[in-house]
């Protein structure tokens, strides 16, 4: 990205906007009717002002984390968790979940710092989690009294499930957790969609082209008239980042939440989060927000 374009992205006009299941302000990225440009040049836009903003090639990945070690070990919500992970897994090509990510603990102490601000509420809510790995996220959700689903691939839930042991079974859990199977692109299961959850997670999803159109099918099928998703990503690929916004907005409103609503201790800049509702949500919401206001 050359220095002109990034000169642009810095000087960009950014919309506030507000989301129907977070309480904190977002960036708009596209979706809330009110745009006059295409998908793609909304999310030509945004890739533009991220790496603008955050430049994130100059910056080591995973500050927050280390993969060659066994276990992470991380205080959330008043708990010492221990995650173990599985190093050597990275050596098969494909395979990144059994291994924590910066976005992972960004988005776990994002929830946590959110709820702690009043701008979430977990307690009781419905969560499904998608891509889990080694589960950190969903634990940090089940800690803040969430009902959480964490899904992952059959392959994966062998160190998930010891993950979930090994944190959650000790009595002291305001919510709940259960693990799932679930392969992005098929129907999930009943158990996931009805009722709909009212929050979907996701850390480290984006991450190839060819995974996208399956993951964006997977949250449409997850989201109903309630449904906030919240995405932490690394900033790997532009490209691939591009493909997921443009190909998103076409069913969703969707919003990045600046590091200065993250945990103060817990922000990385070659992480972004974005919050999503579908569109029609959107619609039904600002309605009603109009009638208010009458």
Not at 19 to 33: H, K, R, T
Not at 171 to 184: K, P
Not at 211 to 223: D, F, K, M, R, Y
Not at 258 to 286: I, M
Request: charged content about 20%.
């Amino acid at each position: 990205m050359g220095e002109e374009e990034a000169s642009n992205g810095e000087d960009a006009v950014e919309e506030i906007r507000r989301m129907s299941g977070y309480g904190g302000d977002v960036i708009a990225v596209g979706g809330f009717g009110s745009e006059s440009e295409s998908d793609s040049d909304l999310a030509a836009a945004e890739i533009m002002i991220v790496w603008a903003i955050q430049g994130p090639t100059s910056f080591a990945p995973n500050t927050l984390v280390s993969q060659s070690s066994l276990e992470l070990r991380l205080d959330a919500c008043g708990h010492s968790l221990s995650i173990l992970q599985s190093p050597c897994s990275l050596n098969t090509p494909g395979v990144t979940g059994s291994v924590m990510w910066d976005s992972g603990v960004v988005l776990g102490k994002f929830l946590e710092h959110s709820v702690d601000s009043k701008d979430l509420s977990l307690e009781g809510k419905k969560i499904v989690e998608l891509g889990s790995g080694c589960g950190l996220v969903g634990c940090v959700a089940a800690l803040l009294g969430g009902n959480v689903f964490l899904t992952d691939l059959p392959d994966r839930l062998r160190l998930l499930k010891k993950n979930i042991d090994t944190n959650l079974q000790r009595g002291n859990t305001r919510g709940s957790a259960v693990v799932q199977e679930l392969v992005w692109g098929d129907d999930p299961d009943p158990d996931l969609i009805e009722p709909f959850p009212d929050y979907v997670l996701g850390s480290d999803v984006i991450y190839s082209e060819e995974a996208v159109h399956h993951l964006i099918h997977t949250l449409v099928q997850l989201s109903g008239d309630h449904t906030t998703i919240f995405l932490s990503g690394e900033l790997r690929n532009d490209a691939v980042l591009e493909y997921f916004l443009e190909s998103a907005l076409k069913d969703f409103a969707i919003g990045r939440v600046e590091q200065t609503q993250w945990h103060p201790d817990y922000r990385s800049r070659r992480v972004v989060l974005y919050v999503l509702e579908k569109k029609s949500n959107r619609c039904l919401a600002d309605v009603s927000s109009l009638n208010q206001s009458c």
